[in-house]
């Protein structure tokens, strides 16, 4: 059996919202029930426990469903939702936010980076912000990209129909460069029209980054979204 999951993160990226599949023979589900099931439990709790057991202390599955007809965990997905986190603490990150939080050395103008976040909505070719794989689009629609700041902590909430490998961190890397006042506001918008990663400036550091959910489609309207999705944008589909 081969597990699919709803998207691929880089390394030291965080998911708390991860979605994955797998197809399991039929004969093979009464495997995943206990004896000691309580009346009204959720039907896969049993197994739910035994993974936590057996997977490693960073790893979790939380929930187990029955999948509708036509689910698939990459290409059903409506869209995206990842958080990026920084501090521009003095002192760094807290030692248990330390792992999910990036510490930032220098001040930073959210107004700005909002600002230069909303020119990058919208359907673009974000080849710019994308490290390239090989017969893979970089052509992405950009639903959610803004700011919020709560004393020191910064963050950032993207959402997108999908996302290219690197693309968030990328997208935050060059934005940290607006709000440090080293690049104007129109700077990101003017990256659109690369058709290749940009080099000048650096994606952002792993850790700050997670992804917090996916959306889907009503179960009647999967099949019709796998297609959409497996279709591959071109830069003629979107000028």
Do not use: K, M
């Given at each position: 059996m081969r597990l699919r999951a709803a998207g691929r993160t880089d390394a030291g990226v965080h998911a708390t919202g991860q979605v994955g599949h797998v197809d399991v023979p039929v004969d093979a589900v009464a495997n995943a029930y206990s004896r000691s099931s309580a009346v009204g439990d959720?039907?896969?709790?049993p197994l739910v426990r035994r993974?936590?057991?057996?997977?490693?202390?960073?790893?979790?599955?939380?929930?187990?469903?029955?999948?509708?007809?036509?689910?698939?965990?990459?290409?059903?997905?409506?869209?995206?939702?990842?958080?990026?986190?920084?501090?521009?603490?003095?002192?760094?990150?807290?030692?248990?936010?330390?792992?999910?939080v990036?510490?930032?050395?220098?001040a930073l103008d959210v107004d700005t980076m909002n600002?230069?976040?909303?020119?990058?909505?919208?359907?673009?070719?974000?080849?710019?912000?994308?490290?390239q794989r090989e017969g893979a689009t970089?052509?992405?629609?950009?639903?959610?990209?803004?700011?919020?700041?709560d004393g020191e902590l910064i963050t950032a909430r993207v959402s997108a129909d999908a996302f290219c490998w690197s693309m968030v961190r990328s997208l935050v890397g060059a934005l940290l460069a607006v709000g440090e006042h080293r690049r104007p506001v129109s700077w990101c918008a003017e990256l659109l029209s690369a058709t290749a990663r940009?080099?000048?400036?650096?994606?952002?550091?792993?850790?700050?980054?997670?992804?917090?959910?996916?959306?889907?489609?009503?179960?009647?309207?999967?099949?019709?979204?796998?297609?959409?999705?497996?279709d591959l944008r071109t830069r003629h589909d979107h000028n």
């Open positions: 959720p039907e896969f709790l993974l936590g057991r057996f997977l490693p202390g960073d790893v979790r599955v939380t929930e187990i469903a029955r999948a509708p007809q036509g689910f698939d965990a990459r290409f059903s997905a409506l869209r995206r939702h990842y958080a990026y986190r920084l501090t521009t603490a003095p002192y760094g990150a807290l030692p248990q936010q330390a792992r999910y990036t510490a930032w050395p220098r600002a230069a976040s909303r020119d990058l909505l919208g359907l673009h070719d974000f080849a710019a912000f994308c490290r970089t052509i992405r629609e950009l639903q959610r990209l803004d700011w919020s700041r940009s080099s000048d400036f650096a994606a952002a550091p792993p850790q700050g980054l997670t992804l917090i959910g996916v959306d889907y489609p009503p179960d009647d309207q999967l099949a019709a979204r796998n297609l959409i999705t497996r």
